[in-house]
Nanobody, 123 residues
């Protein structure tokens, strides 16, 4: 079973950038599709971006298209989320998640979760 650890969160001013990382441990990293999700206070966890096992397919929620980029490095068992032009509404705890085989966008489809990393964007 895969274990996930996020890093790279922090406090940034609006318009700034952050790069989140997700380190995976466990065998057969390449059988997992991966995703980034976020949860703001008082709100449900929502989809941000996801990537297929070989990185050839990516999905983004509309609000981050053109600003965020998801990527993975299968040789290093790593996934990344480059976040540019950050907005206060991007403030949330960001989670990486994994599921076997097919990439999807629904949080309920993902079986393995990290502990989360806080991203705070000040106006």
């Amino acid at each position: 079973q895969v274990q996930l650890v996020e890093s790279g969160g922090g406090l940034v001013q609006a318009g700034g950038s952050l790069r989140l990382s997700c380190a995976a441990s466990g065998p057969t990293f390449t059988i997992y599709a991966l995703g980034w999700f976020r949860q703001a206070p008082g709100k449900e966890r929502e989809f941000v971006a996801s990537i297929s096992r070989n990185g050839g397919i990516t999905y983004y929620t509309d609000s981050v298209k053109g600003r965020f980029t998801i990527s993975r490095d299968n040789a290093k068992n790593m996934m990344y989320l480059q976040m540019n032009i950050l907005k206060p509404e991007d403030t949330a705890v960001y989670y990486c998640a994994a599921r076997k085989m097919v990439v999807t966008t629904a949080p309920r489809d993902y079986n393995y979760w990290g502990q989360g990393t806080q991203v705070t964007v000040s106006s």
